[in-house]
C-alpha cells in the first residue's frame, strides 16, 4: 500500500514537473536548440568528409574556436530570419527557399571570419562551402522526416475514424496548391479530396500533389454527373481562391451543389498566425453580384485624430460599427449614446476591452429630450457628431407614424441645432435610398431630416460658421437590425415558408463595413469646398438586387431545395413598401468626388427660416399626438411623399 502511494506521488511530481517545463519551454525554444546543434556539429562532419581520419591531426582548440565562431554566426542568423518560427508539418518550396537564403547569409558572414582565424588555426579552404552544404540539408532532412512522420501519423489517424468523405476541389493559382499542400491540415481531416476541378483546361490530365485533375470548371456539371452514374458520390465541393471567383460563379456553384445533394464551402489557405486552412462557410456577401468596396480611410484619420466624437444611436447595426471603426483612428475621446441599455452595454464592454486606452464615455439617453441632448453637449464638447440614431423599420414606423416623425425629424432638429449651437466641427447624418420619392413614413422622415440638414449646412456656410452639416445616403444593409438577412436565415432554420411581398421586388445591398466606411470616408472629403455645401454623399451600389433571388440563394446556402423543403410564399406588398428604391431624385444634380466610388447631389434648396417655422408645427402636432396633423405637414413639406391617408 504504501508503495504504491509511493510510486503514485513520485509519478504524479514528474508529471507536474513535466507540465511545468512544457509551459516554461516553448516549442520555437526546442527547434532553436535543435537548430544550434546542428551548427555545432556541422563543421566536425565537414572536416571529416574533407580529410578523413587526419581529423584526429587537428588541435582541439583549434577546432573548438571554429565550431564556436560558426555557431555563433549561425545562431544569429537563426535569430534574424525568424527560422525557428516556421512550422515543419507543413513544410513546403517556400519554407525549402528561405533556409537556401539563411544558410547562403551565414556563409557569406562566416567566410571572412573563417580566412582570418585560419592564419592562426589553419584550415582546409573549402571549409566554407562543405559546411553550407551540411547545414542547408540538415536543417531541411530533419524538418522533412518529421513532415513525413506527421502525413503517415494523420492518414493512419484519418483511417481509424469514420471514413473520410469524397470532395473535390476548385480552383487555380497559388491558393489551390497551398491548400493541397495543406491536405493532412487538422481542419481537412472530413475530406478525401478525389479530385481537382481547375480553371485552366490545360491542366485536365495531370495531377498536383498526388491528386488528378478531372476537369475545368464548365465541365464541373458533367463530372458530377457521372459521379453519380458509378455511385462513386462526391459529398463535398471545396472552393480554394475564393478571391478569384465571382458572384455569379457562385451562385452556378450553389446551383449544382445543391441538384446533387453536396455541400459546398471554401477554403482559406495558411494564415500568419496558425499557419492552418481555414474551412468557411459560403456567406450571403459572396452572392451579393459585386465586389465589396474597399474605401481609403487615410485621409480620415487625420480628420478623427485627437477629436472627441459622439456617436447617437451607438449600440445600433450602423452605429456600433461606426463605433468600431472610429475608435480605431485614434480620436482623443468616444462618446456611445443610446436609449437601449443593454445594446450600449454591449458596444461599451466591448470597446472597453478592444481599446483600453481610450478614453470611452456612455451615455444612456433619447436623442429627442432636448435638455438632456444639450447637457450633453455642453459637458462633453464633441467636436465630431455622427448621427446614426433612427427608427427605421418601415412597417413598425407605418404603424407608429409620430414616433418615426418624432425620433427621425425632430431628434435630427435636436442634435444638429446642438451642433450649430456649440460649434461642432461636423454632422455626419445618415440617411437612406428611401428618402427618394418616398411611399412609406420612415423614407419621408428621413427627407425631411435630410432637408433640415442641407439648410442648416447652407446658412452655416452664409453665415461662415465653423459646422458643417454631411448626408450620407445609401441603401439596405446586409445583416443589420430590421434586414431582411436574419429574417430569411430564422424563417429558413425553422424549414420555412420564408414570407416576400412580391416577386420582383428589388433593392440595393451593401455590408455594414461599406456603409460605415462611406460615412467616415464623406466626412473627409472636400470639408473645404463652400460650393458644395449641402449636398448629399451617395455610394455607387453597383446593380440592386431582387429579393427573390436572394431569398432563392439563401435556402440553397442552408443547403435546401427552394419549393420543396423550404416554400416561399408572397404576402403582397405592405403600406409604404415600393417595388425598387431609388439613389438619386430627378431634380438632383449629380457629380462625382474624388473618390471613385462616392457620389455627391446637390440639393434642392430649402430656405432654413422658412422650414424651421414649419417644423415647429410639426413638432407641436407630434408632441400633441395629432397624428392627422402632423402627417398632413409631412406631406405638405415633402410633396413627393404619396399622401398617407388615416381613417
Known amino acids: 500500500m504504501l508503495k504504491s502511494s509511493f510510486k503514485a506521488s513520485i509519478v504524479s511530481f514528474f508529471r507536474k514537473k513535466t507540465v511545468y517545463l512544457r509551459k516554461k519551454i516553448s516549442r520555437q525554444s526546442i527547434i532553436l536548440s535543435l537548430d544550434t546543434i546542428i551548427a555545432v556539429f556541422c563543421f566536425p562532419v565537414a572536416l571529416f568528409l574533407r580529410v578523413g581520419k587526419d581529423l584526429f591531426n587537428y588541435s582541439l582548440v583549434s577546432l573548438t574556436v571554429h565550431i564556436g565562431l560558426f555557431t555563433l554566426v549561425a545562431c544569429g542568423w537563426y ?30 558572414t562566416y567566410l571572412p571570419i573563417f580566412f582570418t582565424v585560419s592564419n592562426v588555426y589553419p584550415m582546409p579552404r573549402s571549409m566554407p562551402v562543405l559546411v553550407f552544404f551540411i547545414q542547408l540539408f540538415s536543417l531541411v532532412a530533419i524538418r ?19 471514413a473520410r468523405e469524397n470532395s473535390l476541389i476548385i480552383g487555380t493559382g497559388q491558393g489551390l496548391e497551398e491548400v493541397l499542400h495543406q491536405q493532412q491540415a487538422p481542419q481537412l481531416h472530413s475530406f478525401n479530396i478525389k479530385g481537382i476541378i481547375h480553371k485552366n483546361k490545360n491542366f485536365t490530365g495531370r495531377s498536383m500533389y498526388g491528386v488528378p485533375v478531372l476537369g475545368n470548371y464548365r465541365e464541373l456539371k458533367q463530372i458530377l454527373k457521372k459521379s453519380r452514374e458509378r455511385k ?38 495558411q494564415n500568419k498566425l ?16 459585386r465586389d465589396e468596396v474597399d474605401l481609403d480611410l487615410k485621409p480620415v484619420e487625420t480628420c478623427f ?40 452595454y454591449k458596444i461599451d464592454l466591448e470597446q472597453r476591452e478592444k481599446h483600453p486606452q481610450l478614453e470611452i464615455v456612455t451615455v444612456l439617453a433619447d436623442v429627442t429630450m432636448e435638455k438632456r441632448v444639450e447637457q450633453i453637449f455642453r459637458r462633453y464638447k464633441p467636436t465630431i457628431v455622427c448621427h446614426a440614431a433612427a427608427l427605421k423599420h418601415v412597417p ?47 423614407g419621408a422622415s428621413k427627407r425631411l431630416a435630410e432637408m433640415y440638414c442641407q439648410s442648416l449646412d447652407i446658412m452655416s456656410s452664409e453665415q461662415k460658421k465653423a459646422t458643417q452639416f454631411i448626408t450620407v445616403r445609401f441603401g439596405n ?21 420564408i414570407t416576400l411581398t412580391h416577386p420582383n421586388m428589388l433593392r440595393y445591398f ?26 448629399i454623399f451617395v455610394l455607387d451600389m453597383g446593380q440592386p438586387l431582387r429579393i427573390s433571388d436572394l431569398a432563392r440563394q439563401m435556402i440553397l446556402l442552408a443547403g435546401k431545395k427552394p419549393g420543396e423543403e423550404v416554400r416561399i410564399r408572397y404576402t403582397g406588398i405592405r403600406p409604404g413598401e415600393k417595388l425598387y428604391e431609388e439613389l438619386f431624385h430627378k431634380k438632383e444634380k449629380m457629380e462625382g468626388t474624388s473618390c471613385p466610388k462616392i457620389f455627391k447631389a446637390y440639393p434642392r434648396f430649402t430656405d432654413y427660416q422658412l422650414l424651421s417655422k414649419h417644423l415647429d408645427e410639426v413638432v407641436e402636432a407630434c408632441l400633441e399626438q395629432d397624428e392627422k396633423k402632423t402627417l398632413a405637414l409631412l406631406n405638405f413639406l415633402v410633396p413627393e411623399y404619396q399622401k398617407y391617408i388615416v381613417n
Request: charged content about 20%; glycine content about 6%; some cysteine.
Open 144 to 162: 522533412y522526416i518529421y513532415y513525413t512522420w506527421h502525413i503517415m501519423r494523420s492518414d493512419n489517424r484519418g483511417t481509424e475514424t469514420s
Open 396 to 442: 413598425m414606423v407605418e404603424n407608429n407614424p409620430l414616433e418615426g416623425i418624432r425620433t427621425n425629424v425632430m431628434g435630427t432638429r435636436i442634435i444638429a441645432d446642438s451642433c450649430y449651437k456649440y460649434g461642432v466641427k461636423s454632422m455626419v447624418m445618415i440617411s437612406t435610398d428611401k428618402a427618394i420619392n418616398p411611399s412609406n413614413i420612415m
Open 305 to 344: 485624430k485627437g477629436e472627441t466624437v459622439l456617436v447617437t444611436g451607438a449600440g445600433g447595426s450602423i452605429g456600433s460599427e461606426l463605433v468600431r471603426q472610429v475608435s480605431q483612428l485614434y480620436p482623443r475621446k468616444i462618446i456611445l449614446l443610446d436609449s437601449s441599455e443593454y445594446n450600449l
Open 510 to 535: 451593401m455590408t455594414i463595413k461599406e456603409a460605415v466606411s462611406l460615412v467616415l470616408q464623406a466626412s473627409s472629403l472636400e470639408s473645404s469646398d463652400r460650393v458644395s455645401q449641402g449636398s
Open 79 to 108: 535569430l534574424i530570419s525568424h527560422s525557428y518560427t516556421r512550422m515543419w508539418r507543413t513544410l513546403s518550396f517556400r519554407d525549402i527557399t528561405a533556409y537556401k537564403k539563411l544558410c547562403f547569409y551565414t556563409l557569406l
Open 232 to 269: 462513386d458520390y462526391f459529398k463535398n465541393i471545396l472552393l480554394a481562391d475564393a478571391d478569384s471567383f465571382t458572384a455569379e460563379d457562385f451562385k452556378n456553384l450553389l446551383e449544382m451543389a445543391c441538384e446533387y445533394n453536396i455541400s459546398f464551402q471554401k477554403l482559406s489557405p
Open 477 to 497: 444593409v446586409l445583416g443589420s437590425t430590421g434586414s431582411v438577412v436574419p429574417l430569411f436565415q430564422e424563417q429558413i432554420k425553422k424549414g420555412g415558408p
Open 274 to 289: 496558425n499557419d492552418n486552412i481555414v474551412v468557411e462557410k459560403i456567406s450571403v456577401e459572396d452572392l451579393l453580384g
